[in-house]
């Protein structure tokens, strides 16, 4: 099983440094990752890959109250009290404007939580760059809309 998740390595820490944005972070995630798969015998697929990554990040979190370093050298504690009703805040913020998203881009963003864009491409034969360019318009507005709103 190691072997066969050692083959694509480069594409697991990327997707471990997009969950937590720093490269020693990512590089212990995926180790991590590694070990907990070690005794595994049955296929794994990217998406089981990927929750191992988060859940261990987020756990990490909880347990070891990690810092992560922004790319503007910013530490954040993701613990702080502050940072926390932020957050939330921008969660109840986000979760309004997705809301009030038109249904078939809302639908695609949520069922792209679960399912990767190429599944849902064969599973809806919607062509997967109609999915793609779709969703990445959506998040573009979604992104533009809070940050006008968090202007005000």
């Known amino acids: 099983m190691l072997e066969q998740l050692a083959k694509r390595d480069k594409d697991w820490r990327r ?7 720093d490269k020693m972070t990512a590089d212990d995630l995926v180790q ?4 907990k798969f070690a005794n595994y015998t049955q296929e794994i697929n990217d998406y089981y890959v990927f929750f191992a990554i988060r859940s261990i990040f987020l756990d990490g979190i909880k347990k070891r109250k990690i ?7 910013e530490t954040i504690n993701l613990n702080d009290e ?3 009703e932020e957050t939330d805040f921008l969660k109840e ?31 809806s034969e ?18 533009n ?4 709103d968090q202007k005000k």
């Open 15 to 21: 997707m471990a440094y997009q969950i937590c944005g």
């Open 93 to 123: 913020l986000i979760l309004k404007e997705v809301d009030s998203l038109p249904y078939l881009e809302r639908e695609m963003l949520k069922v792209t939580q679960v399912i990767s864009q190429r599944e849902l491409a064969r599973q």
């Open 82 to 84: 502050s940072y926390c």
């Open 67 to 73: 810092e992560i370093v922004s790319s503007d050298v």
């Open 126 to 143: 919607i062509p997967f760059e109609t999915i793609n360019k779709t969703i990445k318009k959506t998040k573009q507005q979604l992104r």
């Open 145 to 148: 809309k809070i940050w006008e």
């Open 32 to 35: 991590d990752m590694y070990l």
